[in-house]
């Protein structure tokens, strides 16, 4: 079963991995995880621009 690709360069979403040329990412959030050992990481990076948050304004 292929699950739903959402292409980085147009934001269309496709079940293709090749669109526009590129490959396309999954377009669903990973898993919730309370016991995730890496979440002080990501809300540190976050906070020091290292990961920007998503632009839904698409």
Known sequence: M?????????????????????QTVSAHPPPFNPNDLYSHYRRMWKKHGVIHEK????
């Open 55 to 58: 632009n839904n304004n698409n």
């Open 2 to 22: 292929k699950k739903i690709r959402r292409c980085v360069i147009c934001g269309n979403y496709s079940l293709e991995i090749i669109h526009c040329g590129k």
